[in-house]
């Protein structure tokens, strides 16, 4: 009684259109373009869905990764893992919600979670806010759910490590988001990895955050898909203004200088592109929002200046 009972819940707050069909080939999609911890109106937070071989693996989960997924037409069950690319809040937002809902809806099988030192921690908190709620269930006496912990594993990956997952090889690399001195004790804690994700026929690879690397060159050559992050400092510094007008002075100084060294300006994006060699270039992460058209025509102008291939600056859903 009670499956059968979850099965018509589900299938009443599903709507009709969020059915999905089998992925029919491997893509890449923008669930949330959004950058920095300001949230928009426009563009939901960062999150991406990689299919790959009728599976599906989210790549970075903000703030609403969950409602992004049904937009885009892929039920949740369907995730296979996760892959973090560093654990600023915008971009591991939405994680709590994935682990949360799946547990709530009984899949079974484990989600596997990737990302950098300090991942066992944040998930383990979040299978602990978990509890209650798996433990009371659906306040039928005797029929909690399965127990949190048993749904998700955590795998912490380090620069160059690899990966193989269905075919498909996954390398990380080590980028510039962070700039504490190599082998202290904070860069063996607190990383910011990029992702290259070979499948046969085709390699996309994903910046996450990041500055000027010549890692993320290397890690990029000859992608068919480059899908950079990419920094307005002038229309973020004025989007925060709006959001924080008392920031302190000395806030506004250290955010400004993690902005213009732990970000590429669309210069450094073309440059990134165009040294790789990649086939194509997708923008993402606006973390000013959605400005005016000749503003973002000027992105495409100043990144052409060192890649000459094509550039799309990504919209929230778009299908690559």
Do not use: C
């Given at each position: 009684m009670r499956a059968a009972w979850l099965t018509l819940a589900l299938a009443v707050?599903?709507?009709?259109?969020?059915?999905?069909?089998?992925p029919a080939a491997d893509a890449f999609i923008t669930l949330g373009t959004m950058g920095g911890p300001v949230p928009s109106p426009d563009r939901s937070q960062p999150a991406n869905a990689l299919l790959h071989a009728g599976q599906v693996y989210l790549v970075d989960a903000g703030d609403g990764t969950v409602q992004q997924l049904s937009r885009a037409g892929i039920m949740l069950p369907r995730v296979r893992a996760v892959f973090l690319s560093h654990l600023h809040v915008d971009h591991t937002g939405g994680l709590s919600a994935v682990l949360g809902l799946r547990n709530q809806t009984n899949v079974r099988e484990p989600l596997t979670v990737y990302g950098p030192a300090g991942t066992r921690e944040l998930v383990a908190g979040l299978v602990a806010s978990m509890q209650p709620a798996a433990r009371a269930g659906y306040g039928i006496p005797g029929k909690p759910w399965t127990p949190p912990a048993d749904t998700v594993t955590v795998i912490e990956l380090a620069d160059g490590e690899k990966t193989t997952l269905n075919g498909m090889t996954?390398?990380?690399?080590?980028?510039?988001?962070?700039?504490?001195?190599?082998?202290?004790?904070?860069?063996?804690?607190?990383?910011?990895?990029?992702?290259?994700?070979?499948?046969?026929?085709?390699?996309?690879?994903?910046?996450g955050d990041t500055g000027p690397s010549a890692a993320v060159e290397k890690l990029a050559k000859g992608a068919d898909l480059l899908v950079s992050e990419m920094i307005d400092m002038a229309g973020t510094m004025a989007n925060v203004a709006r959001n924080s007008p008392n920031m302190p002075p000395e806030a506004k100084r250290d955010l400004e200088q993690h902005l213009s060294t732990h970000h590429l300006t669309p210069e450094a994006v073309g440059q990134l592109a165009g040294r790789a060699g990649v086939k194509a270039l997708v923008i993402t992460h606006f973390a000013a929002g959605t400005p005016d058209p000749a503003r973002t025509k000027g992105y495409v102008t100043q990144i052409a200046k060192s890649y000459s291939g094509p550039v799309t600056l990504a919209n929230d859903l778009d299908r690559f």
């Open positions: 707050s599903t709507p009709a259109l969020a059915q999905p069909a089998a996954v390398t990380a690399a080590q980028n510039t988001h962070y700039d504490f001195a190599p082998g202290s004790v904070e860069d063996r804690n607190y990383k910011s990895l990029s992702f290259r994700f070979d499948m046969p026929g085709r390699s996309i690879v994903y910046t």
